[in-house]
């Protein structure tokens, strides 16, 4: 049973530039979560996505934007990079019904510089 | 909002020492409780859960138990070897059922001497 999958492993970026961050879910699962754990620090919510669309947000900017695909896999994109954005982007899945039980995938490595 | 607030680290402590991480929540409904794990270089694993109030969480040697009372979920476990090396997560789900997010605590890194 494959669990939850996040592409790429690492990335760097430029300031000012954007990047996209992709997710599969855990199989049977059909809600992914999105959250930013920066260095030192717990992660924190950015958004939920279940039957494509954005179910509810945290406190981040509209530079965070993401995509949920029919086959629930999903997508995190970041405009505008600041160099503060640099963090683990986790993915997490779950079922609707029972979203308060989540899965975490290993998460991407993002570097600003 | 909700929060969680867990013990600040790091902890060290010696291999079969007893370990107690302490978490204390706050929520405004009934949530479920979590403690998740870090290792090194690693996303989260979920170690134990509890749903609703005296319910105990038990995972791999470790232990909490979900005192409503006290708004605490403390982490403990009897032996700690030195593979239990980690940063442990103190976290609550802010609803039962859909639409819930997971709210985290700030992390306690834990370390264990040979």
């Known amino acids: 049973d494959a669990g939850v999958t996040q592409s790429p492993t690492h990335l760097i970026k430029t300031r000012g530039q954007q990047v996209t961050l992709r997710c599969s879910p855990k199989s049977g699962h059909d809600t992914v979560s999105w959250y930013q754990q920066a260095l030192g620090q717990g992660p924190q919510f950015i958004f939920q996505?279940?039957?494509?669309?954005?179910?509810q947000r945290g406190n981040f900017p509209d530079r965070f934007s993401g995509h949920q695909f029919p086959n629930y896999s999903s997508e995190l994109n970041v405009n505008a990079l600041l160099l503060g954005d640099s963090a683990l982007y986790l993915c997490?899945?779950?079922?609707?019904?029972?979203?308060?039980?989540?899965?975490f995938g290993p998460g991407t490595r993002l570097t600003v510089t | 909002g909700d929060s969680v607030t867990q013990m600040e680290g790091p902890v060290t402590l010696s291999e079969e020492a007893f370990l107690t991480i302490n978490c204390t929540y706050t929520a405004t409904g009934y949530p479920s409780l979590f403690w998740y794990v870090q290792y090194p270089g690693e996303g989260l694993q979920l170690l134990l859960k509890?749903?609703?109030?005296?319910d105990k969480g038990s995972n791999k040697g470790f232990e909490a138990t979900y005192r409503k009372e006290t708004t605490s979920f403390h982490l403990e476990k009897g032996s700690v070897q030195v593979s239990d090396s980690a940063v442990y997560f103190c976290a609550l789900s802010d609803q039962g059922g859909s639409a819930s997010k997971i709210i985290f605590g700030s992390g306690t890194r834990l370390s264990i001497r040979p």
């Open positions: 509890a749903t609703k109030a005296d």
């Open positions: 996505y279940y039957e494509e669309e954005e179910r």
């Open positions: 997490a899945s779950s079922l609707e019904r029972t979203t308060y039980e989540q899965y």
